[in-house]
């Protein structure tokens, strides 16, 4: 299994909801993240994840809340999201968190707020 | 701080005509260098890389050479397809101390048959 696997791929949401993305590879991979990217634009790093615990927090909004329950698996919770928070989330994982080695990245959930 | 400059596109050629997308970068250290493709819908897949200075990384049909004297990662292909077509961007691995890359703008390509 080479993938990463996102879910859902499409998800609209108003702006009181509280809904979760999911993220889940079985490469044996110890390095997790998420991105966001804006149509026309290149990802923007949003957590990194490694070895199950948080390494890195890009100063994003606490309505946004990333969990990793196991080495496999991923979450973005969401609640009281924003219309501008409309985006492709994008899930990606590689070997270990050090240079020199590519992302495998996921299909996106393409997300809505309304 | 690193960044990575990419043409500006859309860059818009006919079946089987060459392609270039030039990619220069600035970075601390000698960081590997990445062009990943997004198809239209879907997320980035890592097309090549290369590791070290003079490395060429190939797939596809697409190559790309590592120069470090000229700071620079041009993705080119010989005879482009309408399947091609796609937004592609270079990246600049971890680098000085950080592990997050940092990815150009992206190029989009557009194959006219």
């Known amino acids: 299994d080479t993938e990463v696997t996102q879910t859902p791929k499409h998800l609209v949401m108003g702006m009181t909801n509280k809904k979760s993305l999911k993220c889940e590879q079985h490469?044996?991979?110890?390095?997790m993240y998420w991105y966001k990217q804006k149509a026309k634009k290149p990802p923007e790093l949003m957590f990194v994840?490694?070895?199950?615990?948080?390494?890195i927090n890009e100063s994003v909004p606490s309505r946004f809340s990333p969990e990793c329950p196991n080495s496999s698996l991923l979450n973005l919770h969401l609640h009281a999201l924003q219309p501008e928070d409309s985006a492709l989330y994008l899930c990606a994982s590689s070997q270990v968190y050090r240079e020199g080695y590519g992302y495998t990245f996921g299909s996106g959930t393409r997300l809505t707020v309304v | 701080g690193d960044s990575v400059t990419q043409m500006e596109g859309p860059v818009t050629l006919s079946e089987e005509a060459f392609l270039t997308i030039n990619c220069t970068y600035t970075?601390?250290?000698?960081?590997?260098l990445f062009w990943y493709v997004q198809y239209p819908g879907e997320g980035l897949q890592l097309l090549l890389k290369?590791?070290?200075?003079?490395d060429k990384g190939s797939n596809k049909g697409f190559e790309a050479t590592y120069r470090k004297e000229t700071t620079s990662f041009h993705l080119e292909k010989g005879s482009v397809q309408v399947s091609d077509s796609a937004v592609y961007f270079c990246a600049l691995g971890a680098s000085g101390g950080s592990y997050i890359p940092t990815f150009g703008r992206g190029t989009s390509l557009i194959v006219h048959p």
């Open positions: 290369a590791t070290k200075a003079d």
């Open positions: 994840y490694s070895y199950e615990k948080l390494s």
């Open positions: 490469m044996g991979h110890r390095a």
């Open positions: 970075a601390t250290g000698y960081p590997s």
